[in-house]
T-cell receptor
């Protein structure tokens, strides 16, 4: 299985800070890219899909660089409720439609 | 939106016993169900892909005789951990893919084998 690599963190940031997460994937044939959020002992929840043109959803901005096989997530104006683990996820052709998850990056936003 | 109901949420069992985990798609038909497990501080690892009416496809290193998957209907897939051992203790989670709703996850089952 091809790898999805993330910095595990933890990232400890104060409220209002901007924080960036990076991810690299090894399979150049990967087709779809996502950021998921996982709270402790819970199922992952889709945060946003990631497109080559970049996309933004409120305080969250995701970027994809296919040439570098690199994905990023930027969170602006961090809230306490953003504390969670952020999972970089890729859909590989050789896994059918199954998702390939990174280990996740832990974020703790403090008052 | 699509909902996948997974039961039980947590279970404690004795070594050597079997545990069945159910995932039901409540408002859509799940032709394909994915089964993952997640050990502490690790990523979700795909165990197997089950397709309704056919045999599941297992990932390398996952014993098909130990982790029995049944997907007999478009709304129900089950994973049975047979002869469970403490090293099987993990967070097991299912996910269905639907053309309209994308990927929907069950809420997960935390299995502890003592």
């Amino acid at each position: 299985r091809k790898e999805v690599e993330q910095d595990p963190g933890p990232f400890n940031v104060p409220e209002g800070a901007t924080v960036a997460f990076n991810c690299t994937y090894s399979n150049s044939a990967s087709q779809s890219f996502f950021w998921y959020r996982q709270d402790c002992r819970k199922e992952p929840k889709l945060l946003m899909s990631v497109y080559s043109s970049g996309n933004e959803d409120g305080r969250f901005t995701a970027q994809l660089n296919r040439a570098s096989q690199y994905i990023s997530l930027l969170i602006r104006d961090s809230k306490l409720s953003d504390s969670a683990t952020y999972l970089c996820v890729v859909n590989d052709v050789d896994m059918g439609y199954a998702l390939n998850f990174g280990k996740g990056t832990s974020l703790l936003v403090t008052p | 939106g699509a909902v996948v109901s997974q039961h039980p949420s947590w279970v404690i069992c004795k070594s050597g016993t079997s545990v069945k985990i159910e995932c039901r798609s409540l408002d859509f038909q799940a032709t394909t169900m994915f089964w993952y497990r997640q050990f502490p501080k690790q990523s979700l690892m795909l165990m197997a892909t089950s397709n309704e009416g056919s045999k599941a496809t297992y990932e390398q290193g996952v014993e098909k005789d130990k982790f029995l998957i049944n997907h007999a209907s478009l709304t129900l897939s089950t994973l049975t951990v047979t002869s469970a051992h403490p090293e099987d203790s993990s967070f097991y989670i299912c996910s269905a893919r639907d053309e309209n709703y994308g990927y929907t996850f069950g809420s997960g089952t935390r299995l502890t084998v003592v």
